[in-house]
């Protein structure tokens, strides 16, 4: 993985930390105690860092480690919606409403002296099964749970089949001004968004909505294909390195991506179009405000060059993020 273009990433340029030495953390689960199923401004900081610091990152796996065997059920070791247990909140010093939170994710390894990942078929959560909210008389899907091997180079999935390791995070978010939002579901905050490009060599860039800015990190998948159709990834417990910075003054509606080759943003609505159409729309409007882009001339070009990755379409919101690759900005 290249990694020179970080010198010349927003992060960088614009990050209020980018020149100071990082001061590592190390946020373990006994520091963290209590894992949240909630993201919001009520509940208790875990750790305070500065701009530039770097954070090592122990996260569990997205069913609190609940699920260990093939012959396990999921409805009746899980409770919805008691799923994706978050790290954090950890407070960025400085952190303002309008400010933005740039998290650079570093590295992602499997946790344990054993490491596996699970996958599996939960009761009315999917994408081709009926569900609480596409409510239909015919009977839920079998469940069905598959452990999974795993390791910094694949994943094991069968004697047939061994795919990648590709790591990303799932659920990333800063706090809401007021709401407290449940750990599953993506908006304007972030949260459970399931896009594959979120992993290593990746910068997300989060608006700020309270004092310290209060982020929340879990949920971490050792592959996954776009929407995750099953409703689940390859979920595993992670030692994820992070480094955080700020950038101030920065006013952003919605989560935004930055890699190497390209710059996405990303929307989270249902239907699926609202996603996309959220999606593209920031894309355009940050095209226009920070590339120089006539807007109309910026809507045209991404209809001939625009890219598309679905996140999830199984969450009680569907992500999408709307992409450009860079070679597009250069003026």
Same mark, same amino acid.
């Given at each position: 993985m290249n990694m020179k273009w970080l010198a010349d990433s927003i992060m960088a340029q614009r990050g209020v930390g980018a020149k100071?030495?990082?001061?590592?953390?190390?946020?373990t689960e006994e520091l963290q105690k209590v894992?949240?199923?909630?993201?919001?401004?009520?509940?208790? @900081?875990?750790?305070?860092?500065? @701009?530039?610091?770097? !954070?090592? !990152? #122990?996260?569990? #796996?997205a069913f609190d480690g609940a699920i260990t065997s093939e012959q396990d059920s999921p409805s009746k070791l899980l409770k919805m919606p008691f799923l994706n247990p978050q790290n954090g909140p950890i407070?960025? #010093?400085? +952190?303002?409403?309008?400010?933005?939170?740039?998290?650079?994710i570093e590295s992602m390894?499997?946790?344990?002296?054993? @490491?596996?990942?699970? %996958? %599996?078929?939960?009761?009315e959560f999917g994408a081709l099964t009926g569900t609480f909210h596409t409510a239909m008389l015919n009977e839920p899907l079998p469940e069905k749970v598959k452990r999974v091997k795993i390791d910094t180079d694949y994943v094991y999935w069968s004697k047939r089949t061994t795919l990648d390791y590709k790591p990303h995070i799932g659920t990333l978010s800063l706090s809401p001004e007021i709401d407290s939002i449940n750990s599953l579901t993506p908006d304007t905050h972030g949260g459970n968004m399931d896009? @594959?490009?979120?992993?290593?060599?990746s910068i997300t860039y989060l608006p700020v909505r309270s004092k310290g800015a209060r982020l929340f990190i879990g949920d971490a998948h050792a592959c996954q294909g776009d929407g995750e159709v099953c409703g689940v990834a390859v979920e595993y417990a992670s030692i994820t390195t992070i480094r955080v910075d700020l950038i101030k003054n920065w006013a952003i509606d919605w989560p935004r991506l930055e890699t190497e080759d390209m710059?996405?943003?990303?929307?989270? +609505?249902?239907?699926?179009?609202?996603?996309?159409?959220? +999606?593209?729309?920031?894309? !355009?409007?940050?095209?226009?405000?920070?590339?120089?882009?006539?807007?109309?001339? +910026?809507?045209?070009?991404l209809s001939q060059c625009g890219r598309v990755r679905l996140g999830n379409f199984v969450d009680p919101k569907y992500t999408v993020g709307a992409a450009i690759t860079k070679k597009f900005l250069a003026p």
């Open positions: 100071r030495e990082p001061v590592l953390h190390h946020l894992f949240h199923y909630t993201i919001g401004p009520y509940s208790e @900081p875990v750790m305070h860092v500065q @701009p530039g610091d770097r !954070i090592v !990152i #122990d996260t569990r #796996d407070m960025i #010093d400085g +952190a303002e409403k309008g400010d933005v939170v740039a998290v650079y390894l499997p946790r344990g002296h054993d @490491p596996h990942g699970v %996958c %599996c078929m939960i009761p896009l @594959p490009d979120m992993g290593p060599g710059i996405m943003g990303i929307g989270s +609505a249902r239907p699926l179009e609202d996603a996309t159409r959220i +999606a593209y729309r920031e894309l !355009i409007r940050w095209m226009a405000k920070d590339y120089g882009f006539d807007q109309w001339d +910026a809507y045209m070009l």
